[in-house]
Nanobody, 130 residues
Framework: QVQLVESGGGLVRPGGSLRLSCAAS????????TGWFRQAPGKEREGVSF?????????????YYADSVKGRFTIWKDNAKNTVYLEMNSLKPEDTAVYYC??????????????????WGQGTQVTVSS
């Protein structure tokens, strides 16, 4: 049984930082592209950042960032720990949302369509407020 467990969310002041983690079990992690989505109240879920499988030569661990987070967020993964991370710096109130990690067998250029993601975590709340 595949499980994704996020952690690291919380309340932070504008300009602050948080690091989200997503630990996967029951799956060969590095065969999958993985990433983070977020959903703010009253808004549709949006893709934030993705990282491709390093086992696929055509993608080789490439990364993608939504324009709204480019330069502020960093994604990376530790395949030995089956964990993907999202470092979030210079946080803004508009970053407030529930953040979800997800996995997909997508092996083409990023970003993958949302419907291609097979596995999802339960979400972790990030609130940016003074």
């Amino acid at each position: 049984q595949v499980q994704l467990v996020e952690s690291g969310g919380g309340l932070v002041r504008p300009g602050g930082s948080l690091r989200l983690s997503c630990a996967a079990s029951g799956i060969t992690f590095d065969y999958y592209a993985t990433g983070w989505f977020r959903q703010a109240p009253g808004k549709e879920r949006e893709g934030v950042s993705f990282i491709s499988s390093s086992l696929i030569s055509s993608t080789d661990g490439s990364t993608y960032y939504a324009d709204s987070v480019k330069g502020r967020f960093t994604i990376w993964k530790d395949n030995a720990k089956n964990t993907v991370y999202l470092e979030m710096n210079s946080l803004k109130p508009e970053d407030t949302a529930v953040y979800y990690c997800a996995l997909t067998p997508w092996n083409e250029a990023l970003p993958p369509p949302e419907y291609e993601f097979d596995y999802w975590g339960q979400g972790t709340q990030v609130t940016v407020s003074s």
